[in-house]
């Protein structure tokens, strides 16, 4: 069909008695609120459809704020997200749905949530994948960070070395050490998206908490504040 796009829903609000708003991530047009009108009826065909982590081939009508969903069909089976996996699923959606502009296509991005989707629904621990897709996600919002070099001598990051981030400069040597004080090691293995020990997956969710707050700004995310009750440390 025409004008199909492969798709996946965010998050979903009802509105009104049968429809519902979605906050959909499309390959083609990023992210985009769609009115689905009647998706709550019982005899919809978009009933059951719309759920978290299903891809979904979609197609709507309309340019204004809220263009009005006409089809949607599964592409594939959800990806399966079980037990305390999901919580870290709806971050990796809160996250698209908080710092993404609207209608702003991310084509690659679409790609790298597609992969944190399939390395979550077949992970004991979901902290690699997160990292992997924050640091992605931090380069398609064009956050560029060059962690294998100082920034004061422009020499390659060393092992044992202890370096402070500065914002807008990189990484500089340093004896002083703090919250974003990090070691060479710990360094390349976020350059290098590859994590090997607790330590250095410690140091990566500093550097992308630190460089995902100006996007998300102050209101907590949600998604973790479902581990707390749980008594679980929370990956995201």
């Not at 004008?3 to 959909?24: A, K, M, P």
């Not at 019982?42 to 704020?65: C, D, E, I, V």
């Not at 914002?167 to 004080?181: H, R, Y």
């Not at 500093?206 to 504040?225: N, Q, V």
Request: glycine share 6%; hydrophobic share 40%.
């Amino acid at each position: 069909m025409e004008g199909l796009q492969r798709c996946f829903v965010l998050h979903s609000r009802h509105y009104s008695e049968t429809s519902l708003i979605l906050d959909v991530f499309s390959e083609e047009s990023g992210r985009i609120t769609l009115m689905a009108k009647g998706a709550r009826r019982k005899r919809s065909n978009l009933k059951g459809a719309l759920q978290p982590f299903t891809p979904l081939f979609m197609k709507w009508t309309g340019r204004g704020s809220m263009p009005v969903l006409t089809h949607a069909e599964p592409i594939s089976i959800g990806l399966p997200m079980r037990s305390y996996i999901l919580y870290s699923a709806l971050y990796v959606n809160e996250i698209l749905a908080r710092v993404l502009e609207v209608q702003t296509p991310y084509p690659a991005l679409f790609l790298d949530y597609l992969n944190v989707l399939r390395e979550l629904a077949q992970a004991d621990n979901p902290e690699p994948a997160l990292r992997r897709f924050e640091l992605a996600l931090l380069d398609h919002l064009g956050y560029g960070v060059d962690f294998l070099h100082c920034a004061g001598s422009g020499l390659p990051v060393d092992d044992e070395m202890t370096y402070n981030y500065r914002e807008q400069k990189g990484f500089m040597a340093s004896v002083v050490s703090g919250q974003l004080t990090f070691t060479g090691r710990q360094l390349k293995a976020i350059a290098a998206r590859h994590f090997e020990t607790q330590d250095q997956l410690r140091a990566a969710k500093r550097f992308t908490r630190m460089a995902l707050k100006p996007y998300l700004g102050s209101k907590p995310l949600k998604s973790r504040e479902l581990f707390i009750p749980r008594g679980r440390s929370t990956a995201t």
